[in-house]
Nanobody, 129 residues
Framework: EVQVVESGGGSAEAGGSLGLSCAVS????????MGWFRQILGKEREGLAA?????????WYADSVKGRFIVSRGDTVNTVYMQMNNLKPEDTAKYYC?????????????????????WGQGTQVTVAS
């Protein structure tokens, strides 16, 4: 069984910062693709960023967060962080971390929810104007 657990989030003022963490455990390889998504109620899940948990490859970012959100690898196996800076009210959403069964992530598909098999429970981020 594979478990994906997000932590962090919460509330911030516009222009502020928040951080999210994600840890994957269970029967999964030590180097996997992990993606960050967010979802507003009633809308489709939006891919924000993705990164491999090992190696030195650069993350991918969606245009909506490029230059404001920074994804990095954690100090322990299969953990990643997402630092969210210069937050905007439109960043208010539930944020999810996800991974897949080890077939990696690719520039043309990392942002699709269908590229991932395992999802965390999500954590709420609320940005006040």
């Amino acid at each position: 069984e594979v478990q994906v657990v997000e932590s962090g989030g919460g509330s911030a003022e516009a222009g502020g910062s928040l951080g999210l963490s994600c840890a994957v455990s269970g029967e999964i390889a030590s180097g996997v693709c992990m993606g960050w998504f967010r979802q507003i109620l009633g809308k489709e899940r939006e891919g924000l960023a993705a990164i491999y948990t090992t190696g030195s490859s650069r993350p991918w970012y969606a245009d909506s967060v490029k230059g404001r959100f920074i994804v990095s690898r954690g100090d322990t196996v299969n953990t990643v962080y997402m630092q969210m800076n210069n937050l905007k009210p439109e960043d208010t959403a539930k944020y999810y971390c996800a991974t897949n069964k080890g077939y990696g992530c690719y520039s043309q598909s990392w942002h699709y929810a269908s590229s991932y098999d395992y999802w965390g429970q999500g954590t709420q981020v609320t940005v006040a104007s």
